[in-house]
């Protein structure tokens, strides 16, 4: 699995707070995506749950068995960090512009990473609120979204995203993409 690290904001000035993203090597190239996005408060790229990692281990708390069957069925994979909005700088909380949530780190890394690549068909999987996010990126790029989108995994947040999705084109749209579970960890 080889990904790289994607500062962002895209061309943020040594001075100024960086959030990140991990993208696989042939995330730009391929015709379809996997995005993946943690709930906030979950840890980082890569992690449903850090918790859950240390009690039943890595297949259970994180990514990296999405990861390794997105890649072996030619997906590109974005791992999100909808948590890397505020970083300590010179002893200070400060926000990251343009990921002080994961609603605004999802339409941020979906306009300037995400619409940059190939990518014809893109799947989701969201915990917690990065539900919510997708659900804003929804009502925000509705054309977009819908031309791209074709799957949804929602986990620990369906109910109240598919409630909160908005206008009734949301609704019906979510109706056919969306999978939803509650972790049972």
Sequence with gaps: ??????????NAKPSQPTSYIYVSDNASTSKKLLLLIPASGQGG?????????????????????????????GYGVVCLHPNGGNVMTDGKRT??????????????????VIMKTKASRIAVGANGDGGGAVVDLMSTRPKQVRRKLFAVALSD????????????????????VRVAYTNAT
């Design 95 to 112: 926000s990251v512009k343009y990921h002080e949530d994961s609603k605004q780190h999802l339409r941020y890394v979906w306009d300037h």
């Design 157 to 176: 947040a369906a109910d109240n995203c598919f409630t909160s999705a908005g206008n009734a084109a949301n609704k019906r749209f979510l109706n056919i």
């Design 45 to 73: 790229p890569g992690v449903w749950a850090p918790s859950v990692v240390v009690d039943k281990g890595l297949d259970a708390g994180s990514q990296i068995p999405y990861i390794k069957r997105a890649l072996s069925e």
């Design 1 to 10: 699995m080889n990904f790289r690290k994607i500062l962002l904001p895209l």
